[in-house]
Structure formats: structure tokens, C-alpha cells
């Protein structure tokens, strides 16, 4: 079982940092921080800010945080792993036929964002079931 080792705090954080890596490049550029010479340094720093925000945000402890969340977060990596892996043989797939030498590049991001939507839906269809049977 996988329990969360950080703080619950941390799903605000790194749902924050999310947002701050989507708007961050865009508002460099506009101030003239972001060049030809600079892009691939920029390029890195936003996809491992959105890596450690995603880390961050799968990671941390619900605020009920029991052994079924803990399946639904080893779940979550399972059915996050063969998503991932149909997307990336699609992506490969998908290079061969454009001649695209860079294909699959992003793998490791691609997974961890797979993991944190599915987790997302396990523990939201978890607790819409808790309150049906409540309400039973």
C-alpha cells in the first residue's frame, strides 16, 4: 500500500505551482526575460516545477487518509502505468508516420500527471459512494 508522505497542505501548493508553470513562461516572454538564448534553461525549469507539483499533489496525505486510499493511490499508479503506455506506443506510433525523431520525449511527465487524474477520480468516486450509502 502507498500512503502519503506529505503534509495535506502540499495538494494547495503544488495545485499552485501548477498554475504559477502554465502562466509563468507567458509572462516572462511578455517582460523580454525569455530568448533564443534562454528557452531550453525555461523550457526545463517549467516542466520540473510541474513535475515537483505533481509529485507534490499525489503524494500528500488526504484529509481522511486510510488504508483505502492508500489501494486508491497503488491503484491510481497501476491504471495511470498501462494509460501511460497505450499514449506512449501512440506517440511512437504517431512519430514513425511524421518521421518525428523527438516522439515520446515527455514520458516521465506524461505519468505523473496520469497518476494524479486518475487518484484525482478514485477519491472523489470514493467519497460520492460513502455518501450514497449514507444516504441509504
Not at 516572454?29 to 499533489?57: C, E, H, P, R
Request: proline letters at 1%.
Amino acid at each position: 500500500m502507498m500512503k502519503g508522505i506529505l503534509p495535506a497542505g502540499c495538494r494547495i501548493v503544488g495545485y499552485a505551482l501548477l498554475v504559477v508553470s502554465v502562466f509563468a513562461p507567458l509572462l516572462l516572454y511578455m517582460m523580454g526575460q525569455v530568448d533564443d538564448t534562454n528557452l531550453v534553461a525555461v523550457k526545463l525549469g517549467m516542466k520540473l516545477v510541474i513535475w515537483l507539483s505533481l509529485f507534490m499533489v499525489f503524494f500528500a496525505r488526504q484529509k481522511v487518509e486510510d488504508e483505502a486510499t492508500a489501494a486508491l493511490r497503488t491503484d491510481a499508479m497501476g491504471k495511470a502505468l498501462v494509460a501511460w503506455g497505450v499514449l506512449y506506443a501512440a506517440t511512437l506510433v504517431m512519430g514513425i508516420v511524421e518521421g518525428d525523431m523527438q516522439a515520446g520525449g515527455s514520458a516521465a511527465l506524461h505519468y505523473m500527471v496520469l497518476c494524479v487524474l486518475v487518484f484525482e477520480f478514485l477519491v472523489k468516486k470514493r467519497r460520492a459512494e460513502e455518501a450514497f450509502r449514507k444516504r441509504r
